[in-house]
């Protein structure tokens, strides 16, 4: 959960600026979206609990297409199950003319009424904003205030006060949120979704031209000290960084060794020590470089690690990677379960668990847990 610095106001004479909120989009998401819808789920009285991001679909006379609609129906479902209070909608769309920007809102107040239909158990849409787009100096436009309409001063958590018409935003490239992520998490923002896509794109096996890919098949057994030997393997793999040189029988070792569920339980434990970084970016090689098994593996490594962090765009990317490469990866299908349910990260904690206690069975020392999932 994040508590965002917004304003507040116990009565009517002070107009609520929204800029900080809506400049903190892309610093949740980890990328810039376009042509998207966004939702943001708070809990009493400003305590953000989800994120969420559906792409904009229309059908030919202008309203939100069936996809979508199922789309909302799925999350509004999901976050009544939060507890939330109210819901902050923003259309992204460039798209969008200013320049008859009244008739535009109208628009798109056919996206918000969906929204609202479909959030009524999650404490309904405090107020709908739209942008051409995610930058410095974009004008954006308050474009659905309901609480007005119920005779009400001011909308439902977050924003406590009547809203500014519209106006002009800061750059959300340097907002708290943006900033803390890319200077604590090393994780900066994004241009755009695809750039999160092609962090998966395809690269070479390994560093030798000539070399010889291959896919291990390990027979399925009990943990044992093979097992063992194969994690020692990947963390000094993780160790040695994953831009260091590997040769082909390197990466072999390494795609035998993921091919073991034993070993890759006990790797899952990494996404809460100190050595997340540096293990995300070897999977993240891994991911790319593998095929079959393997690599389905690693992406779901990876997968697994970003979901912890709250970061669940690139983790849907990842999973997606990873059933791509394998479709009947057991924990990849778990995994893309939890993530189109909703599930919070806390709730992958059993699993991080199992994989300290698998570790320690098995006369492993791994990092001790430094950080905690997100939410």
Do not use: K
Not at 82 to 92: D, K, R, S, T
Not at 246 to 251: A, H, N, P
Not at 294 to 310: E, I, K, N, R, V
Request: charged fraction near 25%; aromatic fraction near 6%; charge should be negative.
């Amino acid at each position: 959960m994040t508590s965002l610095p917004l304003p507040a106001s116990d009565g009517p004479a002070v107009l609520i600026d929204p800029d900080r909120l809506l400049a903190a989009i892309p610093g949740l998401l980890g990328f810039i979206p376009e042509r998207s819808l966004v939702l943001l789920a708070f809990e009493e009285p400003a305590t953000l609990i989800a994120s969420m991001r559906q792409d904009l679909g229309f059908t030919d006379t202008g309203r939100p297409d069936t996809a979508m609609r199922a789309q909302l129906r799925e999350l509004g479902e999901i976050v009544a199950g939060f507890g939330a209070a109210g819901v902050v909608a923003v259309v992204v769309d460039d798209r969008f003319d200013r320049g008859d920007a009244a008739a535009e809102l109208v628009r798109y107040g056919a996206v918000f009424r969906a929204v609202e239909g479909r959030f009524g158990e999650a404490g309904g849409v405090c107020a709908g904003f739209v942008i051409g787009e995610l930058s410095a100096g974009a004008e954006w436009f308050t474009a659905w205030e309901p609480y007005r309409r119920a005779g009400r001063h001011h909308p439902p958590a977050p924003l406590r006060g009547p809203i500014a018409a519209s106006g002009r935003l800061s750059d959300p490239l340097l907002s708290p949120v943006a900033l803390e992520r890319a200077v604590y998490g090393g994780r900066p923002v994004l241009s755009r979704r695809s750039d999160l896509i092609a962090l998966l794109d395809p690269r070479p096996h390994c560093d030798d031209r000539r070399c010889v890919p291959v896919v291990p098949v390990l027979p399925p057994g009990p943990p044992g000290e093979d097992d063992a030997q194969r994690v020692r393997l990947v963390l000094e793999a993780v160790g040695r960084g994953a831009d260091a040189s590997m040769s082909c029988g390197r990466v072999n070792r390494l795609a035998e060794a993921l091919c073991s569920v034993h070993t890759r339980d006990v790797l899952l434990a990494l996404a809460l020590t100190d050595l997340r970084d540096r293990a995300e970016h070897l999977w993240l090689r891994l991911a790319r470089s593998l095929r079959g098994r393997p690599g389905a593996a690693a992406a779901t490594l990876l997968g697994h690690s970003h979901y912890l962090a709250g970061e669940g765009a690139f983790a849907s990317i990842a999973i997606e990677r990873a059933l791509d490469l394998d479709p009947e990866y057991h924990l990849a299908q778990l995994l893309d379960s939890a993530l189109i349910h909703g599930l919070r990260p806390a709730g992958l904690g059993d699993v991080v668990d199992y994989s300290f206690d698998l570790a320690g069975a098995l006369g492993l020392t791994l990092p001790p847990r430094t950080r905690r999932p997100a939410g």
